[in-house]
């Protein structure tokens, strides 16, 4: 019985995250940046002065696929890149004021899409789902850890 109720739940897990990212994917297409630069403009956003490796270890890529997308967001004239005068190998990344206004929309646009995802939820009940997800998150970099060590 257990077991047929964690899949079930692990399923509806699933299509519920295949069904939040559709629908980010549709609503900042209006953006004209993709989700995956999307987020990477974001985290600059938040945390201007972390550096490109900080960045793709905090976003969990590949310090090559964050490059593939800042260089995107670059040319699109969403970020600009100058070098540290300290060190040269060391880039500083500044959101244009373009990309400055793709983050205000897409704050907004989150902020909808999170209040449409728990409408019908008490605080309670999205203390306790937050407290469950922290715990499946926990569980997961467990297991995570796991397979790095073997593999």
Do not use: C, W
Request: proline share 1%; charged share 30%; net charge neutral.
């Amino acid at each position: 019985m257990r077991e047929k109720l964690v899949e079930e739940t692990a399923r509806a897990f699933r299509r519920a995250n295949r069904l939040l990212m559709r629908i980010i994917e549709k609503k900042v297409s209006s953006t004209q940046v993709y989700r995956g630069q999307h987020q990477v403009l974001m985290h600059i956003a938040h945390h201007p002065e972390a550096s490109q490796a900080e960045i793709a270890e905090r976003m969990e890529i590949s310090p090559s696929a964050l490059a593939v997308s800042l260089k995107k967001l670059e040319k699109g004239g969403y970020i600009r890149r100058s070098a540290d005068i300290s060190d040269e190998r060391k880039k500083h990344m500044e959101i244009t004021e373009a990309g400055s206004k793709v983050v205000s929309e897409s704050h907004v646009m989150f902020q909808e899409i999170e209040n449409q995802m728990f409408q019908g939820f008490s605080e309670e009940k999205i203390q306790i789902i937050h407290r469950y997800l922290n715990q499946i998150v926990d569980n997961l970099i467990e297991v995570q850890q796991k397979y790095s060590e073997e593999g």
